[in-house]
């Protein structure tokens, strides 16, 4: 009954959220505030609204959060060159696990994947079925057979002598999760999982790639909705190597896999940041906005999410 209730309870919530980006995107703001807990008001940034209680009587100020990486204006600036340009952030970490102050956000269940180097993937599945009360951890996901598990292998060809195999990380998992040799899966991997786990079950996972961070925060975070993102380990660059690339079996076609990948639960943001439950750092930890959207276009911009039917 619980799951059923959630259900329906982010249907509407849902729906209101549609009402509440229309009005967020009028050319006027209302002049008297909602009676609820929180409004939103722009600050001049058309994307990202800010955050601000009905006790509030200024925005939070700006340094109490890293300056941006890059100071080019969006139009004066590609998306190759944002990618090639962007540099690492050390993350900031909330305190306690809380909520930063200032950073609208989903309070979602944070869990690490301390003794799991490669299963960072499995972990924010984890962390999202949770949010919605689905208990399952990132080992049960594989043991219970809701993603498949693929290890890489070699062979010897006549001619290109020894040859990496293994599958397609849209498909399964590849490697051990619980080793630092293991490699992971992307989005279309997860998405399948999911819809195993939520058979007959009132939720659907959605595989929401290419729409931007921006984006995923408009009409996901602010509808309540935890998404699945793909980016790098601290936000720093990706690089391959010869070790890591394989043959799909009984393909033609290679994968180049990136070293540094890795999984987040994006849960918030604010002006400057998004907020994510990092499994490798910690709940609630900020990265600023142009070097997680670098990271994450150079991903593909792989997202994954659950929808109520």
């Not at 249907?11 to 939103?40: G, H, M, R, V, W």
């Not at 009360?133 to 219970?144: G, N, Q, R, Y």
């Not at 279309?188 to 729409?211: P, Q, T, W």
């Not at 909705?225 to 290679?254: Q, R, Y």
Request: aromatic share 10%.
């Amino acid at each position: 009954m619980k799951r059923i209730a959630v259900a329906l309870l982010t249907a509407l919530t849902l729906s209101s959220c549609s009402l509440a980006d229309d009005e967020l995107l009028s050319s006027e703001l209302p002049t008297e505030p909602e009676t609820t807990a929180q409004t939103f008001v722009f600050t001049g940034l058309p994307d990202i609204p800010t955050l601000r209680t009905e006790t509030e009587t200024e925005t939070v100020p700006s340094e109490s959060y890293p300056e941006p990486e890059s100071e080019k204006e969006p139009e004066q600036t590609t998306a190759a060159e944002a990618d090639a340009s962007a540099e690492t952030a050390t993350p900031i970490k909330s305190e306690g696990g809380a909520p930063p102050e200032g950073v609208k956000c989903i309070e979602a269940p944070y869990f690490s994947q301390d003794g799991k180097p490669a299963g960072c993937e499995l972990v924010c599945t984890s962390m999202l079925l949770a949010y919605y009360d689905f208990a399952i951890t990132a080992d049960e996901l594989i043991s219970e057979g809701y993603i498949e598990q693929a290890m890489v292998d070699t062979y010897q060809d006549p001619e290109r002598g020894t040859v990496m195999f293994s599958g397609d990380p849209n498909e399964v998992f590849i490697g051990d999760p619980n080793t630092p040799y293991g490699y992971g899966c992307y989005s279309g991997a997860i998405r399948s999982c999911l819809r195993k786990y939520l058979d007959n079950e009132f939720f659907d996972a959605v595989d929401i790639s290419g729409i931007s961070l921006k984006d995923l925060c408009m009409e996901y975070i602010d509808c309540g909705e935890p998404v699945i993102v793909w980016a790098s380990v601290d936000m720093e660059p990706f690089f391959t190597a010869e070790a890591n690339k394989w043959e799909i079996e009984g393909t033609d076609e290679m994968v180049e896999w990136k070293s540094n990948e890795h999984c987040l639960l994006l849960v918030g943001y604010n002006e400057e940041s998004y907020c994510f439950h990092d499994p490798l750092r910690g709940a609630y930890t900020l990265y600023p906005r142009d070097v997680a959207e670098a990271r994450y276009r150079e991903m593909g911009s792989q997202a994954v999410t659950i929808h109520p039917w």
